[in-house]
C-alpha cells in the first residue's frame, strides 16, 4: 500500500474524481495489520563470505552492482542460489541474509551457496537515472544470469532463483519467455501491482496523475523534497512496515528502520521508488496474466509458491490465485506479510530448504 502522504499528494493536488477511492478507505487499507505468531527466534546472520560489485551495462553505461555470497567449504556437491530482494522503496540485500545463511548451514548430501544481489537503482547498487521499468529490470536480471562475468556464471544449469514481491514475478516472467533457464523458482509473498495502483487502479485519468507525481519525484530540488515527504522519513517507513510490510508491529525493531531510512538517503535513491510507486515496475497488468505466468513454467521449471498469512488483502487474494494454478508445483504458507524472509526467516528457509531437497532428489 502506499504511505498516506501519497494519496493525500494525488487527492487534492490533482483532484481525484468521485470514482477514485475516498482517502479514508486508502488510509483504511494502508493500515491492516492481523495478529500473527511471534517472529522466528534466530540471532543476526553473520557476514557474508564474500562481498563484490558486479558491472552490469546498460545502454553503454556501468552501473556497479552490489552483491555478497553466503557459503560453506564442507560440501563438494554444491547447489547455487540467486537470492533477489523484494522491489520496493527500501529494497535491500539485508532481508535474505538469515534465510541465506540457515540454508547454506544444513549438512546434507547436497551443500548449497546463495548470492544475494541488489537491483539497479535499490540496496547498495550505483542508483543512476534510468527510465525505470519492468523491462528493464528484466532485463537486468537476464543478463545477471546469463552473463560469464557475473556473481553466479558458475552456476551452470543448476542455479535457483529465490525473489520476493514484484522481484519473483519478474524472475518467473523471464523464465516463461526462455529468456533464463533456472533449475527451479521460489517465489515468496510475489506481488505484481505496484502500491498506488493497486489502490486507484489504472484508468487513464488516474495513470496521467501517476505520471505527475512519478515525473515531480525525478525532479531536481523538488524531487527530494516530495521524495522526503513520501518515502525517505522514518515515521513514513516505520508507519509502512507495521501497518502491512510485517504481520506483527511488534517485530520492527529500530534498527530496521534506522537500517532502511539510512538506504533512502543515498544518491540516487528517489528514481526507482518514483517508478515502483506508480506502477511502472509492474510485470503485468491483471491477475489473468500473473496466473498465466506460472503456467508458463508447468512441466519444465519446478516453482515453489509461498504465501504468507497476514498478507494485505489485495495482496493476499493475488497469492490464492496461485494455490491450485497450473505451473505450481508446491503451495506453502507461513506467517508473515509482504516481507515474511525477514520477519520469519527460518520459517521461510525451513520451507526453501525442503522444496530444493525435494526438486534434486526427483531429478536423480
Given at each position: ?109 547436497l551443500g ?26 528484466e ?36 523464465a ?56 525517505s ?19 520492527v ?26 506502477g ?85
Open positions: 500500500m502506499p504511505p498516506a502522504a501519497a494519496v493525500a499528494f494525488l487527492s487534492p493536488a490533482v483532484a481525484v474524481s468521485s470514482r477514485a477511492l475516498p482517502l479514508r478507505r486508502a488510509r483504511h487499507l494502508a493500515v491492516r495489520a492481523v495478529a500473527s505468531p511471534p517472529a522466528s527466534k534466530s540471532k543476526p546472520a553473520p557476514p557474508p563470505s564474500k562481498t563484490g560489485r558486479w558491472e552490469w551495462k546498460f545502454e553503454d553505461k556501468p552501473i556497479n552492482i552490489y552483491y555478497e555470497e553466503h557459503e560453506q567449504d564442507s560440501s563438494e556437491d554444491v547447489k547455487n542460489i540467486l537470492m533477489i530482494p523484494t522491489i520496493s522503496d527500501v529494497s535491500t540485500v539485508e532481508e535474505w541474509r538469515v534465510v541465506a545463511k540457515d540454508i547454506v548451514g544444513r549438512k546434507g548430501e548449497y551457496r546463495a548470492t544475494i544481489v541488489d537491483w539497479p537503482g535499490l540496496g547498495y547498487s550505483d542508483r543512476p537515472s534510468l527510465n525505470y521499468n519492468a523491462d528493464v529490470m532485463s537486468f536480471l537476464v543478463q545477471l544470469v546469463n552473463s560469464p562475468n557475473s556473481p553466479v556464471a558458475n552456476a551452470d544449469d543448476e542455479l535457483i532463483i529465490v525473489g520476493g514481491g514484484h522481484a519473483a514475478t519478474i524472475a518467473v516472467r523471464a516463461g519467455k526462455g529468456l533464463i533457464r533456472p533449475s527451479a523458482v521460489a517465489a515468496v509473498a510475489p506481488t505484481w501491482a505496484g502500491p498506488l495502483p493497486i489502490v486507484f487502479g489504472r484508468g487513464s485519468d488516474m495513470e496521467t496523475r501517476y505520471g505527475l507525481l512519478r515525473g515531480t519525484l525525478r525532479a531536481p530540488a523538488i524531487g527530494w523534497m516530495m521524495y522526503n515527504v513520501l518515502v522519513n522514518e515515521k513514513s517507513i516505520q508507519s509502512q512496515y507495521k501497518s502491512h510490510v510485517y504481520a506483527n508491529p511488534d517485530n525493531t529500530p534498527d530496521i528502520i534506522e537500517s532502511r531510512y539510512e538506504l533512502t538517503k543515498r544518491k540516487g535513491a528517489r528514481y526507482v521508488p518514483a517508478a515502483f510507486l506508480t511502472l515496475l509492474d510485470p503485468v497488468q491483471s491477475r489473468e496474466e500473473f496466473v498465466q505466468l506460472f503456467a508458463k513454467l508447468d512441466g519444465d521449471v519446478p516453482v515453489l509458491m509461498v504465501s504468507t498469512l497476514n498478507a494485505p488483502k489485495r495482496s493476499k487474494a493475488e497469492m490464492e490465485a496461485l494455490k491450485s494454478a497450473k505451473g505450481v508445483t508446491k503451495f506453502v504458507e507461513v506467517p508473515g506479510a509482504l516481507l515474511p524472509q525477514e520477519e520469519y526467516p527460518l520459517a521461510v528457509a525451513e520451507e526453501l530448504y525442503s522444496f530444493l531437497q525435494e526438486s534434486f532428489t526427483a531429478r536423480r
